[in-house]
């Protein structure tokens, strides 16, 4: 099985750029995906395959891949964004992985 | 509206057994492969077994095989964990999520709230 490597925590003031990032030796040739979750909630997918935002997110989060390593990007960071952020990923056995995760402090 | 309640989680000493469910609703339950994911207190996500639409085929994470059963019946629009063996170290909420539809989209489209499981003495 893999893993996926994230910073445990990121830190950024409010109307800054939060960059939190997921690598792996091999990242899966399938898509990875980002949820956010806050206290107490499920998870919420906040970027899709790679790159996409599902409907309802904010434009401000976007996501970019280089290599086995993906970037979820929050520019202009707002309060309400703080939470902790998962990266996901699978491999073609069907086996599903979560990174560590992110806590994005505003 | 588009619901996923799990339920039966409590206190279980270490060594016994629990089973979850999890009712589906608002949606065409045997349409979609479904998922059981926990969370440990304080710590991250921990995706645990995926079930196909129609109950034939089940995978693991290495962590927990041999000691859950994913399981479904779509006649009940319910999904199961059956849980075996339990350790201090299966504490945690447990979730039911689907995966959503699509070739190629591995990821959860909707997630229940979780039902807590602590095992202890």
């Known amino acids: 099985s893999y893993e996926l490597t994230q910073p445990p925590s990121v830190s950024v003031s409010p109307g800054q750029t939060a960059r939190i990032t997921c690598s792996a030796d091999?990242?899966?040739?399938?898509?990875a995906y980002w949820y956010q979750q806050k206290p107490g909630q499920a998870p919420v997918l906040v970027i899709y395959r790679d790159s996409g935002r599902p409907s309802g997110i904010p434009e401000r989060f976007s996501g970019s891949r280089s290599g086995t390593t993906v970037t979820l990007t929050i520019s202009g960071v707002q309060a309400e964004d703080e939470a902790d952020y998962y990266c996901?990923?699978?491999?073609?056995?069907?086996?599903?992985?979560f990174g560590g995760g992110t806590k994005l402090t505003v | 509206e588009l619901q996923l309640v799990e339920s039966g989680g409590g206190l279980v000493q270490p060594g016994g057994s629990l089973r979850l469910s999890c009712p589906a609703s608002?949606?065409?339950?045997?349409?979609?492969?479904m998922h059981w994911v926990r969370q440990a207190p304080g710590k991250g996500l921990e995706w645990l077994s995926r079930i196909t639409y129609d109950g034939s085929r089940t995978t693991y994470a290495v962590s927990v095989r041999g000691r859950l059963t994913i399981s479904r019946d779509n006649a009940k629009n319910t999904l199961y964990l059956q849980m075996n063996s339990l350790r201090a170290e299966d504490t945690a909420v447990y979730y039911c999520?689907?995966?959503?539809?699509?070739?190629?989209?591995?990821?959860?489209?909707?997630w229940g709230r979780g039902t807590l499981v602590t095992v202890s003495s």
């Open positions: 999520a689907r995966e959503a539809s699509g070739k190629g989209n591995w990821y959860f489209d909707l």
């Open positions: 996901q990923s699978a491999d073609s056995s069907g086996i599903w992985v």
């Open positions: 091999a990242l899966p040739k399938q898509y």
């Open positions: 608002g949606f065409i339950f045997s349409d979609y492969w």
